[in-house]
């Protein structure tokens, strides 16, 4: 079975500095997808970013990176210069290529944007 | 806002109690997707829905059931409520369970005393 494991319950970190999530996954499939998801105080999941597993090069949205090492299965999620806004969980997912199209989340991590 | 509404917002009931949670998926989404959110069992997937048919199902219990209607929402069904059913249910949509990308309700706050 697919499982997701978030090792950092919580991560705090000062405005305007760069904070990394960690995230490691465990599957047998070689083709599948990667998710980082943002869960704020309204509750709304909100995709971060999405990375394939048959891309090599790593995911990047503004200020938010990741750095895929599938070997290892590993997916951290860097965010750059931090905001207040970014303030949220974080969720890390994973999701099989074909079949069923369920997602598997981590148990998140909460992150602190000290101002 | 994802485009996909989600009623009701909250819900107190009682332990026993049968109630019901109403989704309506992005306009054209043909694929539903239930998960529930508690603080043990984080965010576990339940069932998905494609144009009317079971596609898939997880950890969903017996005594919760789900359906898809002709006019794509969908309904979870929870009944014989416990203490431990008290969670954040969450629906999400795509347009095809190919699309990478679901888009998420602001889900259903459930509280059963």
């Known amino acids: 079975a697919q499982t997701v494991t978030q090792s950092q319950p919580e991560m705090s970190v000062q405005e305007a500095e760069t904070v990394t999530l960690s995230c490691t996954y465990d599957t047998s499939e070689s083709d599948y997808y990667l998710f980082w998801y943002k869960q704020p105080p309204s509750r709304q999941m909100i ?6 597993a048959y891309k090599q090069q790593n995911a990047t949205e503004n200020r938010f990176s990741v750095n895929f090492q599938k070997a290892a299965k590993s997916f951290s999620l860097k965010i750059s210069d931090s905001q207040l806004g970014d303030a949220a969980m974080y969720f890390c997912a994973y999701r099989i290529f074909q079949g069923a199209q369920k997602l598997v989340f981590g148990q998140g991590t909460r992150l602190t944007i000290n101002p | 806002d994802s485009g996909v509404t989600q009623t009701p917002k909250h819900l107190i009931t009682a332990t026993g109690q049968r109630v ?56 979870l069904n929870l009944s014989s409520l416990e203490l ?12 095809d369970p190919r699309n990478t990308e679901a888009f998420f309700g602001q889900g259903t706050r459930l509280t059963v005393v």
Do not use: M
Not at chain 2, 84 to 95: H, Q, R, T, V
């Open chain 2, 84 to 95: 431990g059913d008290s969670a954040l249910y969450f629906c999400a949509s795509n347009p």
């Open chain 2, 20 to 75: 019901t949670l109403r989704c309506s998926p992005r306009s054209g989404d043909l694929s539903v997707y239930w998960y529930q959110q508690s603080l043990d069992q984080g965010l576990q997937f339940l069932i998905q829905y494609y144009n009317g048919e079971e596609r898939a199902k997880g950890n969903i219990l017996e005594r919760f059931s789900a359906q898809q209607f002709p006019d794509l929402h969908s309904e």
């Open chain 1, 47 to 52: 995709l971060v970013i999405r990375q394939e």
